[in-house]
């Protein structure tokens, strides 16, 4: 009995998918801006449901404007890039949410995005009472 309990762990343990994320170094080495310290913090956070919308903007800063992580190229990394930010943005990340009014308002050529101002004004009512509305965001990413 106590060895079927024991390879039944060792089998849990050996199954588990230990993740080196770690949400709250990577915001400090930020506030620090000490970015590589900070990738190697959250770089592990990309897959995880549990990662804060703050993580996944940072992240998204790190892979577009300090070109960390690997790619195979360019428009991987910006698209990465994007798809972290509209993740952070619908967890309700204020700076995230400003990239993407950014990019809305001007268009990005890299991302085959043109400028929508529509979309734009969309995403600037997501402002309520000094918070974000996450729905509000959705529907605002919908609007062609």
Do not use: P
Request: with cysteine; net charge positive; hydrophobic share 35%.
């Amino acid at each position: 009995m106590l060895r079927n309990l024991l390879i039944l762990i060792m089998l849990l343990m050996s199954s588990t998918v230990y993740s080196k994320c770690d949400e709250d170094s990577g915001s400090n080495y930020m506030k620090l801006r000490k970015f590589k310290d900070a990738y190697l913090s959250l770089k592990d956070c990309e897959s995880l449901k549990s990662t804060s919308g703050l993580a996944l903007g940072q992240l998204a800063f790190l892979y577009h404007f300090q070109k960390m992580g690997s790619f195979k190229d360019e428009h991987e990394r910006i698209t990465k890039a994007h798809e972290l930010f509209i993740r952070s943005a619908l967890l309700g990340q204020r700076e995230s949410v400003n990239y993407l009014i950014n990019i809305y308002s001007n268009g990005e050529e890299s991302l085959g995005i043109d400028k929508n101002e529509c979309i734009s004004k969309c995403l600037a009512s997501a402002y309520k009472d000094n918070s974000i509305e996450s729905n509000v965001i959705g529907s605002c990413l919908k609007i062609k």
